[in-house]
């Protein structure tokens, strides 16, 4: 018999651990809005300070990231859910009131901690309460809240910096300029403190993850969860499920017997070590693609392109509005076109894409061509790796070492946001912005070839299902 899922109470729960993505998306790149207020604040003009002051957060991320793995399974989905929607609330008030470049850089860092927590609690969370057929599209919602905290950040940045009225002053500009750099910035950082708010509120009723439950031993309360989700037999048929997968490990003691060592020995198992380097390779993917280079850099690559501070902060507007676009088309589709095609035509393009810019650049051109080219980028980014990435790290690794999994991916990922985020004024400076795009276009193609050799389709599959047909490496290739 087929459930009757009460659709209402699962949307409403991923909804709820998803604003943990939009605080993620709004403290991520808010700071690109910044940039060049706080640069003029704190005095910053080398680019190794620029780097460390745009990268610094993702420390944090690494951070986050890395202990969540490990406490999640210890303590549960929910209690850290809780815990990342405190540490935005807090950090994000106090990096917009730093006193100093190195109380900046620690409130950002923390607020990093909050991110990487967060990208690993809410599409581990989604995957797991979700029924199969709507797992895809509702973990890519996670990705669609990151993308509007993105371009929350955005629009809020364009507000401050741009469209503040200042009455009764003859200079204007001068007068918004001079504001900006004492104060602008400031309230882009501290708005964040408000949905982080709600993301509290909601944490704190959710219920904990059904498949947490059982590991640790409290059945009961798993059945009730499942029951809510999908009625009697659909909470029957999953639990059964959920007991076969993880039957070695239930018990009070499983969960508190997890410790960093134990945890990493499980992942370098060969049983499952070929399924983590696949997920740790696609979060370098969606990292080494070079978008986010765009996000946190794009006042210096509108700049490099002749546009004005006004014009900038527009654009950066648009970007994150094609971004809400095709994030939008994705999460329709990717439950019908599949995880794998996704991902391939987005490497694809990209690359293209990147190529094109870069060849702008090297041209001389200015203006339009480069907004089209880095808009075509972005546009695939958003339809492919960024949400899909996020959706195969939250269901192809098994559910007795889920936790530690995502937290090593999750981590490779912002390990190499923040190689990527550090060296691009580097990079700029040394090879020129136009190699730098072409370096990026060959990484996407690299990982074209990469997601046709090895990334299975998981599409329309429960997790318990996959955790059987990709349970070794040798497995991964063979449903492609």
Known sequence: MTPRYNLGYVWTISLVAAMGGLLFGYDWVVIGGAKPFFEKSFGLTTAASIGWANSCALVGCLAGSLVTGALCDRFGR????????????????????????????????TGGTAIG?????????????????????????????????????????????????????ADVEAARAAWNVAYGWRWMFTAVAVPSLVFLAGALVVPESPRWLIVSGQSERARRVLARIGGEAYASAALADIARTVSHETGPGAISSRRAVAELRALLDPAVRGIVL???????????????????????????????????????VITGT??????????????????????????????????????????????????????????????????????????????????????????????????????????????????????????????????RARVPETKGRSLEELEEDLGTAEQLTADR
């Open 78 to 109: 929910k209690r850290l859910l809780v815990a990342s929607a405190l540490l935005f609330a807090g950090s994000s008030v106090l990096t917009g009131w730093a006193g100093s470049f190195g109380a900046f850089v620690a409130w950002r860092i």
């Open 117 to 169: 927590m967060a990208s690993t609690l809410s599409p581990m969370y989604i995957a797991e309460v979700a029924p199969p057929h709507l797992r895809g599209r509702l973990v890519a919602v996670n990705q669609l809240t990151i993308v509007i905290g993105i371009l929350s950040a955005q629009v809020v940045n364009w507000i401050i910096a741009v469209l503040l009225p200042f009455p009764g002053i």
């Open 278 to 316: 696949v997920g740790v390779a696609l979060a370098v993917l969606q990292q080494w693609s070079g978008i986010n280079s765009i996000f946190n850099y794009a006042e210096e690559i509108y700049r490099s392109a002749g546009y004005g501070i006004g014009d900038i902060m527009f654009n950066i």
């Open 322 to 451: 094609i971004n809400l676009v095709f994030t939008l088309i994705a999460i329709a589709v990717v439950d019908r076109v599949g995880r794998r095609a996704l991902m391939l035509a987005g490497c694809a393009a990209i690359g293209v894409s990147h190529l094109l810019l870069g060849a702008a650049y090297a041209a001389g051109l200015q203006g339009l061509p480069v907004l089209v080219f880095t808009l075509c980028s972005l546009g695939a980014y958003a339809l492919s790796l960024a949400p899909v990435t996020w959706v195969l790290i939250a269901e192809i690794f098994p559910n007795r070492v889920r936790g530690a999994a995502v937290s090593a991916a999750v981590s490779a990922l912002w390990t190499a946001c923040f190689i990527l985020t550090f060296a691009f004024p580097l990079l700029q400076r040394t090879v020129g912005i136009a190699v730098t795009f072409w370096i990026y276009a060959a990484i996407c193609f690299a990982g074209f070839v990469f997601v």
